[in-house]
C-alpha cells in the first residue's frame, strides 16, 4: 500500500503508484468512461481489461528490481505506468511467474522435438511467448493468445512499433505476419493473436458435426497442447469459465472415451495430450479473503468463480471434472515459494529488496494459487515429478 | 489556545500543520527526547500499544477505544510510518503529544521509523508529496533517531481494575470482582467483556521451589496489603543509577521492545549502554531489538526477514527470570486477532492497525495494564538476591506475578466516519 495513491484517483483504477521509479506523469492509456459507466457488462469488461496494466507494472517493477529477467517487459508496458511495487507484490509477481515458467518448460522439454501448441487466455500483455522464442533453445512450438480486441490491438501496436518483439517472434519482414485490417489480430508462422471474447467459445460442444473452430484459426488440433489461464477464467461467471474450459477439452481438443459424458474420469485418454494451469485467487471466506472480495468490488472487479473454486481441493476437482485424469495438483504461492524455490534463489531474492511484511506475505501468498492437470497419456510426463500441495 | 494546542486540533481533524512548525516541533521533541534513556520507565497504569502505520483513522478509533490523552497513559511501540496514507498526520500528532503531554506519552522506536524504511515503504514519498520536498522527512528521521528504543512499566497490578467503557465511566462496578485469578480480559470496542481467562500460577510451584525462602504466595492468595515483598529490584535501576533506586513492585515489570530479544543482550542494563542516536543499523542489537521476532523454536533461529533473530520460549524465560520480567510487550508482527501470547504468556504481540493496508482483514488491540494500589501506591523494596534460588533456573518462577492484562480489541474506524472525501483506499492484489 502506498501513500502516493491518495491525490492520485487515477490509481483507483490501476492500483499503486509509488517508489523511486514515481513522477513519469503515471496518467494514460486507460479506457473513457471507465469505473463510471453503467454497471453492464460492458463496462465491467473495461475494468477487466484494466486489470491487464495491473499485471504488466508489477512485471516491470519485479524486472526493474532484479526478481525477473525479462527483456520485453519494458516494451509491453504502456509508457509512463512504470511504478515500484510493494515488495510483497514483487515477490509473488516473481513466484507465480516462475512457477507457471517451470510447468511450461517440462512441458516444452518433454520430448523436445515434437511440435507442440500452447493456447494462453486473456494473455494481455503476458511476455511468455518472446521469453519463449527467445530462448535459447528455441522451441518447436505454435503460441496463441486470446483476449479482448482492446487488449489484442494494443499488443499489436507495441509489437509494431519494437523490433525487439519483432525479431524474438522472427517476423523481421513484412511477408512474415499477416495483420488483420482492423489492427486486431495478427498471424506468423509460430505466433498468434486472436480478438476474441472468450465467452463466445460455448455450445460448440453440443453441435459436435459443425465446425468448431473458425474462431481460432491456426489452432492445430493434433498437437500437444497446453492452455494457460493467469488471472483470466475467474472473470467470468462459473457456467461461462466452464464453457471455456469444455470448449478446449471437448469440441477442439476431444479426448475420445470421455466425450460428452461429463465429469467421467479414469479413461486413458487416446485424444491429444492437454494440459491446462490456473492461476487464481483462494479462499475468500476468512477475514482476509472477504477483505479482498470487498476490495476488488470497490474497483468493479468481480471473481466470479471464486467462490465456486474456493480451495485447493476444489481446483483439483475442477480440472478432474474437466477431464484432466492423468493428475490434478495445486499450491498456493506460500507453498511454492517455500518449496519450489531453492535456498540459493531464495537468499537470492530475499536480497533483493528488505521484506518486513513477512505476516502480511504469508496472509497474500496465501490467497493466491496455481493449479495445473493434464490427461493421461503421455505429453505431461514431466509434471508427475513437481510437488503439489495437499489438503485445501 | 497556544501554538501546540492549535496545532493538535489541526492533526486531528488530519489536516497537517505549516513545514516551519514541523520544524519547531520537531526541534522540541528532540530536546525532550535526548533526555529520555534507552529504556524509558513508566509508571502504570498504562495503555501499550502497538503498529500504527499511519493509519490515521484507526488511530482516532484507537483513542475513542483506550481514551483520549492525557487522561490514559499511553505507550507506543513504534512503527507510526509507512504503509498507511497518513503517516505524516498519525506521527505528527503523536509527537504534538508527546511534546504537550511528555509524561502521558510514550514513543518508542520501531524498525520503520528508519530512513532505509521509509524510503521504500511509503513515508518518504508521503512527505515529498504532501509537503514538496523531502524537509519533512529529514525532520522526522532526525526525531527518529532519538527515540527511546525500549520502555520498563513499573508497578503494574496483577489484577484488574473492574472493565467499562474506557473513559470515565464509573457506573459499572458490577462486575464480578472476585478475580483473584483473573487476569486476563479480552473487550471488545464497545467496552464488553468477550474473553477473559485465569492462569492459577501454582502449577510449578509445590515442586519447584525447594528454596525455603520462595515464600512468595501463590497468586490466588494476594492482594492482601503488607504482604512480605516479593521481588528485587526492577531490572537494571539499581546498577545503572538512573534513578528511584531498586524498586519494584509486586509484579515482575514489563519491558516494552518493537521487535524482540538480541542474542547480545542478556540483560535490560545493556540495552542501556547501546548508543542508539543513529539511523537504524542493519545488524547488531540496536537492530536486532527492532527487528526479532518470537518463534516456536528453542534457542535463537535465523529471521526470514534478513535482520534481527528469531528467538524461542527458552531464550524469554530466561530474560524475563533475568531480569526479572513478568512479561515483554512487543509489537512488529501482524495478529488477526489483535494481540497474540506466547510461551506461558512470558511474551505478547500487540497489534494496533486495524485491516492493515486496508486489505488484510485483521482487527486490533491495545493492552491495558493496572495500577498496583495493593501497597497504598506505593512500591517495595528488598536486597537484590531474594529468591534467587539455587544457581538454577526455573521455569516458572513463583515470586515474579504477570500483571492482569486488559486486551482491548477493536476493528477499523468505519468508511463513513473518516469524514474524508472518497480517497479510497486501493490495496494492491496479483490481478
Avoid at chain 1, 517493477?61 to 526478481?67: E, H, I, Q
Avoid at chain 2, 501454582?202 to 516479593?230: E, H, K, M, Y
Avoid at chain 2, 547488531?284 to 521476532?293: E, H, Q, T, V, Y
Amino acid at each position: 500500500m502506498s501513500a502516493s495513491q491518495i491525490p492520485n484517483l487515477n490509481t483507483l483504477r490501476r492500483g499503486g503508484g509509488r517508489g523511486r521509479l514515481r513522477g513519469r506523469g503515471g496518467i494514460t492509456g486507460g479506457y473513457p468512461g471507465e469505473g463510471q459507466g453503467p454497471r453492464g457488462t460492458a463496462s465491467r469488461d473495461r475494468v477487466v481489461q484494466g486489470t491487464d496494466n495491473d499485471a504488466s507494472v508489477s512485471r516491470l517493477s519485479a524486472v526493474s528490481l532484479g526478481y525477473l529477467e525479462d527483456p520485453f517487459a519494458k516494451t509491453l508496458t504502456p509508457p509512463g505506468l512504470e511504478t515500484r511495487r510493494l515488495p510483497i507484490i514483487n515477490r509473488g509477481t516473481y513466484v507465480r511467474t516462475t512457477a507457471i515458467d517451470r510447468l511450461v518448460a517440462r512441458f516444452l522439454s518433454h520430448a523436445p522435438h515434437e511440435r507442440k501448441q500452447i493456447i494462453s487466455l486473456g494473455a494481455g500483455t503476458d511476455t511468455r511467448a518472446f521469453r519463449i522464442f527467445s530462448s535459447q533453445s528455441s522451441p518447436n512450438l505454435i503460441y496463441h493468445e486470446i483476449d479482448f480486441a482492446v487488449n489484442t490491438t494494443a499488443k499489436i501496436k507495441f509489437i509494431r512499433s519494437t523490433p525487439l518483439l519483432q525479431r524474438a517472434l522472427g517476423i523481421g519482414r513484412p511477408e512474415d505476419v499477416t495483420v488483420s485490417d482492423a489492427g486486431d489480430a495478427l498471424h506468423s508462422a509460430v505466433y498468434h493473436l486472436h480478438p476474441l471474447d472468450l465467452r463466445c467459445l460455448k455450445g460448440a460442444s453440443t453441435s459436435d458435426t459443425a465446425d468448431p473452430q473458425p474462431l481460432l484459426r491456426e489452432v492445430d488440433r493434433t498437437l500437444p497442447t497446453l492452455l494457460i489461464s493467469e488471472c483470466c477464467l475467474i472473470y467470468l461467471s462459473p457456467s461461462e469459465a466452464t464453457d471455456v474450459v469444455s470448449y478446449f477439452t471437448r469440441t477442439l481438443f476431444p479426448d475420445a472415451q470421455v466425450a460428452g459424458v461429463s465429469g467421467r474420469t479414469g479413461t486413458t485418454g487416446s485424444g491429444v495430450p492437454l494440459g491446462l494451469i490456473l492461476y487464481e485467487p483462494i479462499r475468500p471466506d476468512d477475514a482476509f479473503g472477504r477483505t479482498m472480495v470487498s476490495n476488488l468490488a470497490a474497483r468493479g472487479i468481480q471473481l466470479q468463480t471464486l467462490h465456486q473454486y474456493a480451495s485447493l481441493k476444489a481446483q483439483r476437482e475442477r480440472l478432474l471434472g474437466h477431464g484432466f485424469s492423468g493428475g490434478q495438483a495445486a499450491a498456493d504461492v506460500d507453498f511454492l515459494w517455500e518449496r519450489w524455490v531453492t535456498e540459493e534463489e531464495k537468499e537470492r531474492v530475499a536480497g533483493l529488496e528488505m521484506l518486513d511484511e513477512m505476516e502480511e506475505w504469508r496472509l497474500l501468498a496465501q490467497h493466491y494459487c496455481i493449479a495445473w492437470g493434464w490427461r493421461a497419456g503421455g505429453g505431461f510426463d514431466g509434471w508427475n515429478e513437481l510437488e503439489g500441495q495437499s489438503g485445501d | 489556545m497556544s501554538d501546540l494546542d492549535r496545532a493538535i486540533a489541526q492533526l486531528r481533524a488530519c489536516r497537517l500543520i505549516p513545514e516551519s512548525q514541523v520544524r519547531e516541533l520537531c526541534y522540541k521533541a528532540r530536546e525532550l527526547l535526548i533526555e529520555e534513556g534507552n529504556v524509558v520507565c513508566v509508571d502504570a497504569p498504562v495503555t501499550i500499544c502497538g503498529d500504527i502505520h499511519g493509519q490515521f483513522h484507526d488511530l482516532m478509533e484507537l483513542f475513542r477505544v483506550g481514551g483520549d490523552v492525557p487522561d490514559t497513559n499511553y505507550l507506543f511501540m513504534g512503527d507510526f510510518v509507512d504503509r498507511g496514507f497518513y503517516s505524516l498526520e498519525s506521527f505528527l500528532l503523536l509527537l504534538c503529544l508527546k511534546v504537550r503531554y511528555p509524561d502521558r506519552i510514550t514513543l518508542i522506536r520501531g524498525n520503520h521509523e528508519s530512513r532505509q524504511i521509509t524510503t521504500v515503504y511509503g513515508f518518504y514519498d508521503e512527505c515529498i508529496r504532501k509537503y514538496g520536498s523531502a524537509n519533512v522527512w529529514r525532520y522526522c528521521c532526525e526525531v527518529f533517531d532519538y527515540l527511546a528504543l525500549g520502555a520498563l512499566v513499573l508497578g503494574a497490578s496483577s489484577e484488574l481494575e473492574p472493565s467499562g467503557p474506557s473513559m470515565n465511566d464509573n457506573t459499572q462496578t458490577t462486575m464480578p470482582l472476585d478475580d483473584a485469578e483473573l487476569e486476563t480480559e479480552i473487550l471488545n470496542s464497545k467496552g464488553e467483556v468477550t474473553g477473559s481467562t485465569y492462569r492459577p500460577r501454582q502449577r510449578t510451584l509445590s515442586d519447584s521451589s525447594t528454596d525455603t525462602r520462595n515464600i512468595s504466595p501463590p497468586r490466588d492468595i494476594s492482594a492482601t496489603p503488607g504482604q512480605t515483598p516479593l521481588r528485587t529490584g526492577a531490572p537494571g535501576t539499581g546498577a545503572s543509577g538512573s534513578g528511584g533506586g531498586s524498586y519494584s513492585s509486586r509484579t515482575g515489570s514489563v519491558l516494552c521492545v518493537h521487535g524482540g530479544l538480541s542474542p547480545l543482550i542478556d540483560t535490560v542494563d545493556k540495552i542501556r549502554l547501546i548508543d542508539r542516536k543513529q539511523e537504524v543499523p542493519h545488524e547488531g542489537a540496536m537492530c536486532d531489538l527492532l527487528w526479532s521476532d518470537p518463534d516456536e523454536i528453542d534457542g535463537w533461529g535465523l529471521s526470514p526477514r534478513g535482520a534481527g533473530f528469531l528467538f524461542g520460549g527458552d531464550i524469554v524465560k530466561q530474560f524475563n527470570y533475568r531480569n526479572d520480567l513478568s512479561l515483554i510487550a512487543r509489537a512488529h508482527q501482524l495478529v488477526m486477532e489483535g494481540y497474540k501470547e506466547m510461551f506461558d504468556g512470558g511474551i505478547v504481540t500487540v497489534w494496533s492497525a486495524p485491516n492493515y493496508c486496508y486489505r488484510c482483514g485483521n482487527v486490533a488491540s491495545i493492552l491495558e495494564l493496572g495500577e498496583d494500589t495493593s501497597n497504598g501506591g506505593t512500591v517495595t523494596r528488598s536486597n537484590g538476591d531474594y529468591g534467587r534460588s539455587n544457581g538454577i533456573i526455573s521455569t516458572d518462577k513463583p515470586g515474579v506475578r504477570s500483571p492482569g492484562r486488559r486486551y482491548r480489541v477493536f476493528e477499523a474506524a468505519a468508511q463513513d466516519t473518516r469524514g474524508m472525501p472518497a480517497k479510497k483506499p486501493v490495496a494492491d492484489y496479483f490481478l
